[in-house]
């Protein structure tokens, strides 16, 4: 078979094999192999640091292929490899503890980590105390972060695999056929020999612990199922240089590991992988070698790949060593898990940003998405067919009877803390029917609070406390009261935000106020402050009953 490129939804498709969503196309790809069951969807991620949102786009790609494998009928298990062999390369600015939140290196102990550069990190202590290892607190958090968005991946350590002797075979394997593997590799990586002597394993060394690449020999008839020979030697760590302690030991093949290119093929033949999404980042580098491994060295098929673009947060690369991440613990404070779902379910193959400061929009989108799909508003036959395919992937258990509340007017009703007035305005404003049921209800509440979360967070124009109960006190000469009366007449007609915005400096002209002055009346009957939001969109924004009789002192 010719080399495969992971780029899977880029094909030119016959329109029998076009399907709306993208799942359905890998799925195609997956059942024309036709697999042993359980198939197996595979991911992974080397617990360096904080595991991220960006993180999360492997479990998700991956989930959505599997429920549409199973929606065929099929066992489907889905795993997840914890990479917790690797060596910790360098220090990374943040970590966070198992309850999400993200605290500065000199908040642990940091020097229970500098002292252990180079070695797994699943022998590296825990900075905070609270699991086993390095290796383990991360990916403790892993595994809450795919509870919290409800996908049942089957979590596996690769230190597990290598010390009960899963991986002991395909390493021995490697060691036999170590001329070809060298051959194979020199293709891709300029600091191997075809004819040198590299030795495709890297022992942890007895002595401090730390993994070297330096095997000195090889003896697979010793021991059980062989050993090396090794030196413990300097690892180069990108700018920096990790110093070996120049011991000279000897390790069987469940004392080290397998280089990724190899450790990754080894994956895949032990684990029965059939489908594995990957980052771009492995598209060009890790995948050519990994078939080239697997198919020439290990002789096993490679599986059906996918590459997925990644996503950015506020415009920025995702990055745990910079701090530049979030949570998914965090983002389910601010929205709905069907939500973030629905975000993951979009084209894999396009580049996206993640921004919490427009995180309305999205949430708009799902809104759409639902609507669409109980043909409460009209759309494109693009539109109904990805509504009509996706969205029961993305939400649990769909109801026609659910409610949501626009986001932004649930963050208007997130600046009172009076749960009964936060209904009572949502059913004054037609969003909560007479007849609808409890639980609906309390779930569209529910909202009130993530929005309100999410407007503390970004600081925006929601993040006031809006004065409903009573008239703060106030002291407006004639002509600020006789434009405030004329404002709140125009509100009432019903206009637009920027239309309002408008009226405001025009109303001020028109009656010789200060329009610095007249801003401030406003910001002072709604929030009882001398500044606030942008107005005129704010009180848009509002059930616009309590505006205009707010403008006219009233209530």
Request: net charge negative.
């Amino acid at each position: 078979m010719s080399d495969e490129r992971p780029y899977t939804l880029q094909r030119d498709l016959e329109e029998d094999e076009r399907h709306a969503f993208w799942a359905d196309i890998v799925a195609d790809q997956v059942e024309s192999r036709n697999p042993e069951e359980p198939i197996v969807v595979k991911g992974g991620i080397s617990p360096s640091g904080v595991p991220h949102l960006g993180n999360v786009n492997e479990i998700m790609r991956g989930y959505y292929v599997a429920e549409v494998l199973r929606e065929r009928g099929h066992e489907v298990r889905q795993v997840f490899t914890a990479d917790d062999r690797d060596p910790l390369r360098k220090l990374p600015r943040t970590l966070c503890d198992l309850e999400g939140n993200l605290v500065d290196l000199g908040e642990v102990d940091a020097g229970a980590l500098g002292r252990n550069l180079g070695a797994p990190y699943t022998d590296i202590p825990d900075p905070f105390g609270c699991c086993d290892s390095y290796g383990d607190h991360f990916s403790t958090i892993i595994q809450d972060s795919a509870d919290a968005v409800g996908v049942p991946i089957d979590l596996v350590s690769n230190t597990e695999m290598y010390e009960n002797g899963d991986l002991e075979d395909v390493t021995r394997f490697v060691l036999e056929h170590r001329d070809r593997a060298r051959e194979v590799l020199s293709e891709y990586q300029d600091k191997v020999d075809a004819n040198g002597d590299y030795v495709p394993f890297n022992p942890i060394c007895e002595e401090c612990g730390k993994i070297t690449e330096t095997v000195t020999s090889v003896d697979l008839d010793a021991g059980e199922a062989g050993t090396v020979d090794y030196e413990c030697t300097d690892m180069d760590a990108g700018d920096q240089t990790i110093d070996g302690c120049g011991h000279e030991g000897t390790a069987t093949l469940r004392e080290g590991k397998l280089p990724w290119r190899f450790e990754w093929p080894a994956q895949w033949q032990v684990l029965g992988v059939d489908f594995e999404p990957f980052g771009k980042d492995h598209a060009e580098g890790s995948w050519p070698s990994g078939q080239d491994v697997a198919r020439n060295v290990l002789e096993i098929e490679p599986p059906v790949p996918m590459v997925y673009e990644w996503f950015t947060l506020e415009g920025e690369p995702f990055s745990s060593s910079e701090g530049n991440v979030i949570l998914v613990s965090d983002v389910l404070e601010l929205l709905e898990p069907e939500v973030l779902r629905y975000f993951f379910a979009k084209d894999p193959s396009k580049a996206r940003d993640f921004s919490i400061e427009r995180l309305d929009q999205l949430v708009d989108e799902f809104d759409r998405l639902e609507a669409i799909y109980f043909d409460e508003i009209e759309a494109d036959e693009d539109e109904e067919a990805f509504a009509e395919r996706v969205y029961p992937l993305v939400v649990e258990e769909p109801s026609e009877e659910r409610i949501r509340l626009p986001y932004t007017f649930a963050a208007v009703l997130g600046m009172t803390d009076d749960p009964d007035l936060r209904e009572e305005i949502a059913r004054r404003e037609g969003h909560v029917p007479d007849d609808a049921p409890e639980w609906a209800v309390e779930d569209a509440l529910a909202r009130v609070e993530k929005a309100r979360n999410w407007a503390r967070r970004t600081e925006n124009e929601f993040d006031y406390e809006l004065k409903r109960t009573e008239i703060p006190d106030h002291d407006f000469d004639a002509a600020t009261e006789d434009a405030l009366a004329e404002l709140a007449d125009f509100i009432e007609e019903g206009h637009e935000p920027d239309e309002i915005q408008g009226e405001i400096y025009e109303t001020a002209r028109r009656h010789d106020v200060d329009v610095g002055d007249f801003f401030g009346a406003g910001y002072r009957l709604f929030f009882d402050e001398d500044q606030g939001p942008k107005l005129g969109p704010f009180l848009a924004k509002v059930d616009r009953e309590f505006v205009v009789a707010r403008l006219r002192r009233e209530r």
